[in-house]
């Protein structure tokens, strides 16, 4: 039987310490169960922990071998469904997280958390997340997904372009009617890192707020994220980390396509394409909240729009 409507669901305040042996009713979140997922275990333990006396480890495991470029591995914790925020509503997340040792250092595809789309039964496509918290190379970036607009200039392929006022790196993927923005990243990041974001959008206004992303090795980081999606140019993203704001952005954020559903849904834990190795993250101090004051601990507050 599935679960009751909830009339608001953005309106609600969710939060999970990760405290005790199972999430937390409060907190409104569970472990997905698919075949991807069955590489991943997720762990309530005691011994590495942000605040109080708990965290969640969350571990992935090779499952597809690695010449298997179809085929994802993934520990991820979802909202439940009924939880979800409308697409078109913004919302405040809030996490912890600590990468575990060995932080991978290669040029792969690594996620610690997304936001996404409702994708309804028979949809085509295949849709990137509109705002992800990525690693290559061992450092932390962010990136925002939107549908494809033709590009201004020309693309360098296989340079970072380097872009000037009121214009972002971007990736252009119109085969798949969608391009990818790069938005934040480390303070180690180099061109050679950011190749892919190889020509520039004025799609995307951002705000730099003139912090970068903490380091991968650097221990707990706090993020607080605000998301509003707006694939018609109304989109609206705000990230904190440490109590620091890193960027504002602003303009097409997310996608419009066809077949795609209402509402908005976050996910966090390690996914990646098919490896070798184990991969192991912890995450503490989750909350959600349409107010930025639930969520940001010790930073201050945008002005609301």
Not at 87 to 108: K, S
Not at 136 to 152: C, D, M, V
Not at 228 to 246: L, M, Q, R, S, Y
Request: aromatic content about 12%; glycine content about 12%; overall charge negative.
């Amino acid at each position: 039987m599935s679960a009751p409507a909830v009339a608001d669901p953005g309106s609600i305040v969710l939060s999970d310490g990760f405290e005790g042996t199972d999430f937390a009713d409060s907190g409104g979140l569970y472990y997905r169960e698919n075949y991807e997922q069955t590489a991943g275990t997720a762990e309530f333990q005691k011994e590495v922990k942000r605040t109080g006396n708990g965290a969640l480890k969350l571990s992935i495991k090779p499952l597809c071998g690695a010449t298997n470029d179809g085929c994802s591995e993934r520990a991820e914790v979802w909202e439940k469904t009924e939880l979800r925020v409308p697409y078109d509503q913004g919302v405040w997340y809030g996490f912890a997280v600590r990468f575990g040792e060995p932080i991978p250092q290669d040029d792969h595809r690594y996620l610690i958390a997304q936001w996404k789309r409702e994708i309804d039964p028979g949809a085509e496509g295949d849709f990137s997340p509109f705002l992800a918290l990525r690693l290559r190379n061992g450092k932390l970036f962010a990136t925002i997904e939107t549908n494809y607009l033709a590009p201004g200039g020309d693309a360098a392929n296989g340079t970072a372009a380097s872009c000037g006022d009121g214009t972002v790196p971007v990736w252009f993927r119109p085969e798949t009617n969608q391009m990818r923005a790069l938005i934040a990243t480390e303070a180690d990041w180099t061109p050679e890192d950011g190749r892919m974001f190889s020509a520039c959008t004025p799609a995307l206004q951002i705000v730099d707020h003139g912090n970068k992303l903490p380091a991968a090795d650097s221990g707990w980081i706090d993020f607080a994220i605000y998301t509003k999606p707006g694939p018609d140019g109304t989109g609206h993203v705000e990230i904190f980390a440490n109590g620091k704001p890193i960027v504002t952005v602003k303009g097409h954020i997310g996608h419009a396509d066809k077949g795609l559903g209402k509402n908005q849904y976050f996910k966090f834990g390690p996914y990646r394409a098919a490896h070798t190795t184990e991969w192991t993250l912890y995450y503490d101090d989750f909350r959600r909240s349409p107010n930025c004051a639930d969520v940001l601990a010790g930073g201050d507050c945008p002005a609301p729009e």
